[in-house]
């Protein structure tokens, strides 16, 4: 036994190493085999040859439109969360009274949940809350505004949800940035926007584009929301419920295998070209302190 050990050791697998076995074995069994399993069964469809699971996705206009309508929501809502985060996280990154405070009002959604975040959105912005009875009140509008049950009610609870999770991790990349070197252009008579855009911006690149798209793989998977505050069978209906209903009401497990991966596809196809047009900012290994 301790000959093995020595053997192993020699080879660099020694206790440490094996203390990752466990973790390997999650992977394995809760994320490797399941889409194993999902990839095979997309190419055993009942009839149509073996991309015949593809062909009836994409040959049909209410299927594929699904990618676009899902795409419509989820790349503005990254966007928006990225970009309203940025500025927020810059003005908090230094050490003020009350800064705890406000970073714990800014996070409180991500212990909300999605269900709560939908009725909490009803019941200001549906037809009969709060936002509209002020409206009228105030003799602004006639009648509500149509703010739920449609686009803008998925699209505020994908930004809602999303935001925190942005703002965290944007303001950890800033954190990790060395502000002397801010203060060493300022010496020499930079102000804030040559600062930022020169010296902050470029190092902020790979944590912008990486916040961006986890940002993006979570709305793209919205389902909850285009069910419970959009219109689920129409402006909403997003790829997810596509592959919920052929896997659970026309029970088409292959066509649902089919569209989930042609929803990691899809991602994986923004997730490159976001990476790809990083390099354009920042061509080093990592940003800030690292």
């Known amino acids: 036994m301790t000959a093995l050990r020595h053997r192993l050791a020699e080879r660099g697998v020694d206790r440490q190493l094996l203390l990752?076995?466990?973790?390997?074995?999650c992977v394995l069994i809760l994320f490797v085999y399941p889409f194993a399993y999902g990839l095979g069964l997309s190419f055993q469809p009942e009839q149509g040859g073996?991309?015949?699971?593809?062909?009836?996705?994409?040959?049909d206009a209410y299927q594929r439109d699904t990618i676009w309508t899902t795409l419509k929501l989820s790349l503005p809502a990254a966007f928006l969360n990225v970009a309203a985060s940025v500025p927020i996280a810059y003005r908090m990154r230094g050490r003020f009274r009350g800064k705890r405070l406000l970073t714990t009002l800014l996070v409180v959604p991500i212990t909300l949940g999605t269900v709560l975040t939908a009725e909490?959105?009803?019941?200001?912005?549906?037809p009969a809350g709060w936002f509209n009875r002020t409206l009228m009140s105030a003799g602004i509008t006639d009648e509500p505004l149509r703010l739920t049950n449609n686009y803008w009610g998925v699209f505020f609870s994908l930004v809602i949800t999303g935001f925190p999770f942005a703002f965290l991790?944007?303001?950890?990349?800033?954190?990790?940035i060395d502000p002397t070197l801010e203060r060493a252009a300022a010496t020499l008579g930079a102000g804030w926007w040559p600062r930022f855009h020169r010296i902050t911006l470029p190092l902020l690149a790979p944590g912008l584009a990486t916040t961006f798209c986890l940002t993006f793989v979570l709305a793209f998977s919205v389902f909850p929301s285009a069910v419970l505050v959009g219109d689920p069978a129409g402006s909403t209906r997003v790829i997810s419920i596509a592959a919920y209903h052929a896997a659970y009401e026309s029970f088409d497990y292959p066509l649902a295998s089919a569209i989930a991966v042609v929803m990691g596809v899809v991602e994986l196809a923004v997730v490159a070209a976001v990476l790809g047009l990083r390099t354009l900012f920042y061509t080093g290994s990592t940003g800030g302190k690292g």
């Open 120 to 126: 909490g959105l009803l019941n200001f912005l549906g």
């Open 169 to 176: 991790l944007i303001l950890s990349y800033l954190s990790g």
């Open 20 to 25: 990752l076995v466990p973790a390997l074995l």
């Open 50 to 59: 073996i991309l015949g699971a593809y062909k009836a996705f994409f040959e």
